[in-house]
């Protein structure tokens, strides 16, 4: 037997009981069980935060009509990278994943992910969601159902030595998240070691790699300030960069849900639900940042000037990945464009 979380384990003891007090089960039976599968343990702040409490308003919103099981850390078997397939193939009714851990399956996706493009993660979030309608609904996302489109928070340089310029940065074995972010920090002139978050405290430890890019909100859930004492944020309004995230269900069966369910899982996806996650994450970012600095450890806030040369740095990743657009048929340059002035619209 498969023990998903507490919650689940609770929603059947109440069950039986109320089924046992009422003489059957039949009128207590929920008509729709949905599994939702993600890779973050269940104590990380985007299952606490998000994922938990979006179900439990689905629940309440459908009257208990819709039970949502969820299966935090991979439960349900696999790894991170074949989240996606899972959704697809109905493994899992509703997934928390990355684009990025499949490269070039949603490559529009992308735009988020370049170097200095994000203000805040809710302004982002709203872009995204704004130019998925626009660009993506019936390309990179036509075989599943969206439910909201993320990014988080600004990503920081976690490092055993300390980084301050982009020369400290030659030869760092540093894990970073997507294909974009990997091409970034390769001309930036680390080595980057490609792995899924879940892995980064065991690389970590053993010295596989020797630093890592994540947001702030993570770090506590994989215990990265105690394994690293560096940690380099830029200065300005733009993040160096962040990593764009899709929620959504299994297109299958969302279609077989009756009118009125459709609409509770309707009522909870979209601009605004797009909005609320990608603003959480990045609140969620101050509490680990503080824990950091009860450690006692290294936080580098770099000064507009020194984050200049970083934006010089990586603006040949901005023009490699256009003209790789442009290769696949997809104009690179005004994608770019139109995300950054959905950006500037949504930070008003």
Request: glycine share 8%; no cysteine.
């Amino acid at each position: 037997m498969m023990i998903t979380d507490t919650r689940n384990l609770v929603k059947l003891a109440m069950g039986t009981a109320l089924a046992a007090a009422f003489g059957g089960g039949a009128a207590f039976a929920q008509e729709v069980t949905l599994r939702l599968h993600s890779f973050l343990p269940e104590q990380a702040n985007v299952p606490q935060n998000i994922l938990i409490p979006w179900a439990e308003k689905v629940e309440a919103e459908s009257d208990g009509r819709i039970d949502i099981q969820l299966f935090h850390a991979m439960a349900l078997g696999g790894t991170p990278p074949e989240l996606m397939d899972q959704l697809v193939d109905g493994v899992a009714d509703i997934v928390w994943t990355l684009p990025g851990y499949t490269p070039g399956r949603f490559p529009r996706a992308e735009v988020f992910e370049l170097p200095f493009t994000m203000t805040t993660a809710e302004a982002a979030s709203r872009a995204y969601w704004s130019l998925a309608e626009e660009t993506m609904m019936e390309d990179d996302f036509k075989d599943i159902k969206p439910i909201a489109l993320h990014v988080h928070g600004p990503g920081i340089i976690h490092t055993s030595d300390p980084v301050v310029e982009v020369s400290d940065l030659n030869g760092v074995k540093l894990r970073a998240p997507t294909r974009v972010t990997n091409q970034m920090f390769a001309a930036l002139g680390a080595t980057p070691v490609g792995m899924p978050v879940p892995a980064v405290p065991e690389a970590l430890s053993k010295g596989v790699i020797d630093g890592t890019v994540i947001p702030w909100e993570v770090t506590g859930a994989l215990k990265v300030p105690e394994l690293v004492q560096n940690h380099t944020e830029m200065g300005g309004d733009k993040a160096l960069y962040t990593a764009a995230f899709v929620f959504a269900m299994n297109k299958d069966k969302y279609e077989s849900l009756p009118d009125d369910l459709k609409a509770v899982i309707d009522a909870n996806s979209g601009l605004e639900t797009s909005a609320q996650f990608g603003r959480q994450m990045q609140e969620d970012d101050a509490p680990e940042r503080e824990t950091a600095l009860d450690l006692g450890n290294n936080i580098i806030t770099l000064s507009d000037a020194q984050t200049a040369e970083w934006q010089a740095a990586a603006a040949g990743t901005i023009d490699a990945w256009i003209a790789e657009m442009e290769g696949k048929g997809i104009d690179g340059a005004a994608l770019r464009a139109r995300a950054l002035e959905l950006i500037e619209d949504a930070s008003m």
